[in-house]
């Protein structure tokens, strides 16, 4: 069958509003058989690595996946929790959050739920649930403030590819991107204000995010811009001078160049230049996970601190804060609004159609 058919659809039943938050991913454990499979996926996707397929078939599958994965296993088991990946777990707390919130708001005809752009949850599975709910509106948020190619747009394509089998279409919003979104810029700087209340300020705050080839920017991606937009408006709030912080772009892979300064880099050199202490943190990401507690809190401190830097700290993503949940709920609550106040579905229309088409079959 060429479609996907909903096959407990009540004609008679009421629409369902359905919110969806998607994040990266995570692999199901800390080991090079759960990694491979991951990276496989990640790494196959053409908006993440703009190469070629034939030539990076090929390193990909004769030389990354035979190295990597035991890698990145070892990685990922210095950050691993017993309730499992800690990206798991935040993006977890803050859908339950958000229903908690929407359903206060709007009753139980929200209904909200969480996947991963590789791995499980996958994207088509959590649909598929949504949509045997009722779920006819659906509002999708990926939870990358700064808009970007490999991340936002490669999350639209996994809709779009779902979207193509099935027999009947949601109305759907999507929101791309927040990078100076009010409610965002004012939670993460409140979170490094009350880090700051507690710990004392440093010589520099470093505003570390994600990074991408350069390549990518040179080709129209808005990503690097929006970065620093959300660094001075950040900086704004803080009332910081521009002597006083930095964004740097962390995460690099491959031989080509990437976005700069880069932050381990940049750390070192800072270190050498007499600066004794730096505070990290990172806005690109809506949760703590492996390139922010290992790469962030781990190996970028060690090489600030063997460069001769002192103080090194990293301040925590917003991932279940308040701040964070009611800035998820403000954004989500403005697309699905409309819908709510203005139901353009007459329900006993359509449970009236229901009992005609009974009585003619």
């Keep these: 069958m060429k479609y ?27 080991t090079r058989q759960a990694l ?4 496989k996926e990640f790494l196959s996707d053409p908006r993440v ?16 996946l035979n190295f990597r994965p035991a890698r990145s296993a070892r990685a990922y088991k210095t950050v691993w929790t017993e309730q499992g990946s800690p990206l798991m777990v935040h993006t977890q707390n803050q859908a339950a959050a958000l229903q908690q919130q929407l359903k206060a708001q709007y009753g139980d005809g929200v209904v909200v739920d969480f996947a991963m752009r590789y ?8 649909l598929d649930s949504m949509m045997q709910q009722g779920v006819r509106k659906l509002v999708i948020l990926p939870l990358y403030p700064q808009y ?31 990078h100076d979104n009010r409610d965002y810029i004012a939670a993460v700087a409140e ?23 350069k390549r990518y920017l040179l080709n129209g991606d808005p990503y690097h811009c929006e970065c620093y937009t959300t660094s001075r408006l950040i900086a704004n709030y803080l009332g910081l001078q521009p002597d006083q912080y930095l964004t740097t772009f962390q995460s690099r892979f491959g031989r080509e160049e990437w976005l700069k300064p880069y932050t381990d880099h940049t750390l070192q050199e800072l270190a050498g230049q007499g600066v004794k202490s730096v505070q990290v943190v990172c806005p690109g990401f809506s949760a703590d996970c492996l390139e922010t507690i290992e790469e962030i809190g781990v190996e970028n401190r060690d090489y600030f601190l063997e460069a001769g830097g002192e103080r090194y700290e ?6 279940s804060d308040e701040s964070h949940i009611n800035l998820l709920v403000s954004l989500v609550s403005a697309e699905i609004k409309q819908w709510h ?8 229309n359509r449970q009236k159609r229901a009992i005609q088409l009974g009585a003619e079959s």
């Design 119 to 126: 791995g499980k949850p996958a994207i088509g599975d959590v």
């Design 4 to 30: 996907k058919n909903s096959t407990h659809f009540n004609h008679a039943q009421g629409d369902k509003t359905g919110v969806l938050i998607t994040n990266l991913g995570t692999p199901e454990a800390p």
């Design 191 to 213: 979170k490094i204000k009350a880090h700051r209340e507690k710990q004392g300020s440093a010589d520099k705050l470093i505003f570390s995010y994600h990074g991408i080839p």
């Design 341 to 348: 106040d203005s139901a353009d579905v007459d329900l006993e």
């Design 314 to 319: 990293y301040i925590e993503c917003l991932n």
């Design 49 to 64: 690595v703009e190469v070629p397929r034939l030539i990076w078939w090929c390193i990909l599958n004769l030389v990354i």
């Design 36 to 39: 491979r499979p991951y990276l």
């Design 148 to 178: 970007c190619a490999s991340t936002t747009g490669s999350t639209f394509d996994a809709l779009a590819q779902d979207f193509m089998q099935r027999r009947w279409l949601p109305d759907f919003k999507f929101i791309s991107h927040y």
